[in-house]
């Protein structure tokens, strides 16, 4: 065998055991999941309680629950979180929603928080409709009086949620239009779009969803183009409320007046 003939060789078996290596562990990629709070509810929220939401699959998930602290509008809010930390990092959020009277349901996927199992498109979307029953059945929650606000890839799961369950209105803060085109852009040198396992659609159903949409963006966010929320509002029938100057994990676009302001305008 020739020297560039092994030098071919060789690149090609490199390149198929990075293929393969990103096959394996490209959800502890997606998924960065925080661990089980250091603190409890009511430590840290107003009211806070603990809740136990049991998942089709046998699953019980931990999550926490505010009541409004200001005059209260009988809406509840159920966050759906990005791909990252777990709902002791949403305090700030629910604190500024129960300030302007609306209770907040503060869900983890399987896999954050200290939840059982292990994340993955169809485990988020079975978590949501584990919420969405627990809230609406055990908590008698009418659907009428419930606000699903997605945050990033937690947008992915409202849509899909809101797709299939009734709610009041979705608010999605930074969606893409598909998990594969945040992928592409994050990584351009690799064939990410043939080796997603999970899709994540947002742009191609989000337009089925019955409910109102109102999108949230913010304007320099380097990790959700905000070209592609954009994208998301306009197959959804709005426009994006954008924040100038605003980077994906800025308080100012995770819990600052311009999605406080969009919540509870769609909680009405």
Not at 37 to 59: K, R
Request: aromatic share 4%; glycine share 10%; net charge neutral.
């Amino acid at each position: 065998m020739g020297t560039a003939l092994r030098l071919v060789v060789g690149l090609v078996v490199v390149v198929a055991v990075a293929v393969a290596l990103l096959w394996a562990i490209q959800r502890r990629l997606v998924f960065l999941p925080g661990g089980a709070p250091s603190v409890a509810p009511e430590q840290v929220l107003a009211g806070g309680s603990p809740l136990a939401v049991p998942t089709a699959d046998g699953l019980v998930l931990a999550a926490w629950h505010a009541p409004a602290t200001g005059p209260s509008r009988g809406v509840t809010v159920l966050v759906l979180p990005g791909n990252a930390g777990s709902r002791a990092d949403r305090v700030p959020l629910a604190e500024a929603l129960t300030a302007r009277g609306l209770d907040v349901v503060l869900l983890d996927y399987r896999g954050y928080g200290g939840n059982p199992g292990s994340p993955s498109e169809e485990g988020l979307a079975a978590d949501a409709l584990a919420a969405h029953r627990y809230l609406t059945g055990h908590r008698g929650i009418d659907p009428s009086r419930l606000v699903v606000l997605g945050e990033s890839i937690g947008a992915a799961v409202a849509t899909r949620l809101a797709q299939e369950r009734p709610v009041r209105a979705v608010v999605l803060r930074s969606p893409f239009t598909e998990l594969a085109d945040v992928a592409a852009e994050q990584y351009p040198f690799l064939p990410v779009r043939t080796l997603l396992r999970d899709r994540f659609p947002v742009v191609t159903t989000v337009g089925s969803v019955a409910a109102p949409v109102t999108v949230v963006a913010g304007g320099a966010d380097e990790i959700v183009p905000v070209e592609q929320s954009r994208a998301v509002a306009a197959a959804a029938g709005s426009a994006a409320v954008e924040v100038p100057g605003a980077r994906h994990n800025d308080p100012d676009l995770g819990y600052g007046p311009p999605l406080v302001d969009a919540v509870v305008r769609a909680a009405g």
